[in-house]
């Protein structure tokens, strides 16, 4: 698949098939990714895979600290402070659409609750990742993780798979910490849900809008 392709294919999944992803496919498309460039070098990404036994542990221990704790207090890093605009405006016209396409109506918080559990259930992929980056590398490690994981998303599709990156998974960084064993040294950055999608889903036929060049590039010394 072309670059420009797999670029224009690629989109956040949101119902997966629960046909499995065989693990030399997976350690191919985490391999590949690895290519990806990173500030001298320093490649800090770590990756935490889940499937089968494990994946559902996590995914029970999660869910049953979410019914306890709205999120983690104490939060080890914040992701979001305040939204502004324009970010507030892109923000909400995705939820309403999708949220449309799920038939949860405005203001429905039971529904919109159970919908936002379906993150730490992976969507139903098959196969689950958690991404991690040593604490001591500062803002810059989070640059290098993110570059990595849309090298990993775009290699994924270039393979016949999807994916879902998930900063829910943030919110409940302790049961996640306790269950994968992962060091306190590194932070817990976000999840990925990576499978087949659901073509039949309704909410998987959602293409969120891209602003044009104009809005968010400048020009300057061409002839």
């Known amino acids: 698949m072309h670059i420009d392709d797999a670029l224009r294919a690629r989109k956040s999944i949101r119902a997966f098939r629960h046909d499995p992803v065989p693990l030399d496919l997976v350690k191919e498309i985490l391999e590949t990714a690895s290519l990806s460039p990173s500030g001298t070098n320093v490649q800090p990404w770590k990756v935490h895979v889940v499937a089968g036994e494990a994946r559902q542990k996590l995914i029970e221990e999660v869910l049953a600290h979410r019914e306890t704790s709205p999120a983690d207090a104490g939060a080890e890093f914040t992701r979001v402070s305040k939204r502004k605009e324009p970010f507030l405006s892109r923000m909400r016209k995705l939820g309403k659409d999708m949220y449309s396409l799920l038939g949860i109506p405005k203001g429905d918080q039971a529904a919109n609750w159970r919908q936002w559990g379906r993150n730490y259930e992976f969507f139903d992929a098959p196969?689950?990742?958690?991404?991690?980056?040593?604490?001591?590398?500062?803002?810059?490690?989070?640059?290098?993780?993110?570059?990595?994981?849309?090298?990993?998303?775009?290699?994924?599709?270039?393979?016949?798979?999807?994916?879902?990156?998930?900063?829910?998974w943030n919110n409940y960084w302790s049961v996640t910490r306790r269950i994968l064993d992962i060091p306190e040294e590194e932070y817990i950055v976000c999840g990925m849900s990576l499978g087949y999608a659901d073509e039949t889903a309704p909410v998987n036929t959602l293409v969120s809008e891209r602003e044009p060049l104009w809005s968010f590039a400048s020009f300057r010394g061409f002839d």
């Open 127 to 168: 196969v689950g990742l958690i991404f991690s980056v040593d604490k001591d590398l500062g803002p810059m490690g989070f640059v290098d993780i993110g570059i990595y994981m849309q090298t990993l998303m775009l290699v994924a599709k270039s393979r016949g798979l999807d994916t879902c990156a998930q900063g829910a």
